[in-house]
């Protein structure tokens, strides 16, 4: 799944904007494609491992937080592991709207699928007027650092 470890600065940008597309299609098969099939995550307080685990997760996920909308960032890269930073927003079936931050780390095998996920997020309670995440970007925002600290 190009690009492949060792990461630069160029192919990491790459890894992460092919993440967000995928995670922004709200589609757990497209997803899951992404990840080794004994690929660990830690995401929050669950622990997952495999892709049909994953894809359970996602459907579960996105299942509750609807309108669903990402945005990643490129932190750091070394050798085959990237880390992110990212924010996203839903809403749930109340019609609450939520703002995610979040921290991801990722590893690689050599095949360029991810085996190990790590993800650190806080959810915040947002009004619908707060909104700044919407859909999938545009051609104009891809490689574009829009993700404020607050």
């Known amino acids: 799944r190009p690009p492949v470890p060792p990461f630069t600065e160029e192919t990491a940008l790459i890894k992460v ?9 709200c589609d757990p098969d497209i ?7 004994d690929s660990v995550w830690r995401n929050r307080d669950e622990f997952v491992t495999g892709r049909d685990e994953i894809r359970a997760f996602l459907r579960r996920k996105w299942d509750r937080e609807l309108d669903y909308a990402l945005r990643k960032q490129l932190w750091a890269w070394s050798g085959d592991r990237i880390a992110v930073r990212f924010q996203y927003e839903c809403h749930d079936a109340s ?13 690689f095998d050599e095949e360029g699928l991810m085996r190990r996920r790590e993800a650190s997020i806080n959810d915040v309670r947002i009004d619908e007027s707060e909104r700044r995440v919407f859909g999938p970007r545009g051609e104009a925002d891809r490689g574009v650092d829009v993700l404020p600290v607050r």
């Open 31 to 37: 997803v899951a494609q992404a990840y080794t099939v």
């Open 95 to 107: 019609g609450q709207w939520w703002r995610s931050y979040g921290n991801e780390l990722w590893e």
């Open 17 to 25: 904007q092919a993440a967000e597309d995928a995670w922004n299609t």
